[in-house]
């Protein structure tokens, strides 16, 4: 079955970084697009940045230039590099593919961006 495990999560000053990972299983990763999205409490979960079986990707403007999504094929493992992180980032961080056409989730990480 499909299986998405985020690591990573933490307490990170601002202006620090930090990388999450997420490990995925039951499906062929290489062929599969991945994202990172995030939910803050109260607000909805939002799309973060996702990146396609070439290896291109998006971001949405709140972290253009600060974070950086990539992919490890040979390790069916998707990253999302944190620089410059802000208060405003701290949410929970969740990894997303669609196999099938149904959405798969992982269990998420938190992140805290605090002094």
């Known amino acids: 079955q499909v299986q998405l495990v985020e690591s990573g999560g933490g307490l990170v000053q601002p202006g620090g970084s930090l990388r999450l990972s997420c490990a995925a299983s039951?499906?062929?990763?290489?062929?599969?697009?991945m994202a990172w999205y995030r939910q803050a409490p109260g607000k909805e979960r939002e799309l973060v940045a996702e990146?396609?079986?070439?290896?291109?990707?998006t971001y949405a403007d709140f972290v253009k230039g600060r974070f950086t999504i990539s992919r490890d094929n040979a390790k069916n493992t998707v990253y999302l590099q944190m620089n410059s992180p802000k208060p405003e980032d701290t949410a929970v961080y969740y990894c997303?593919?669609?196999?099938?056409?149904?959405?798969?989730w992982g269990q998420g990480t938190q992140v805290t961006v605090s002094s």
């Open positions: 997303n593919t669609h196999v099938n056409l149904l959405a798969y």
């Open positions: 990146i396609f079986r070439d290896s291109s990707r």
């Open positions: 039951g499906f062929i990763f290489r062929n599969n697009a």
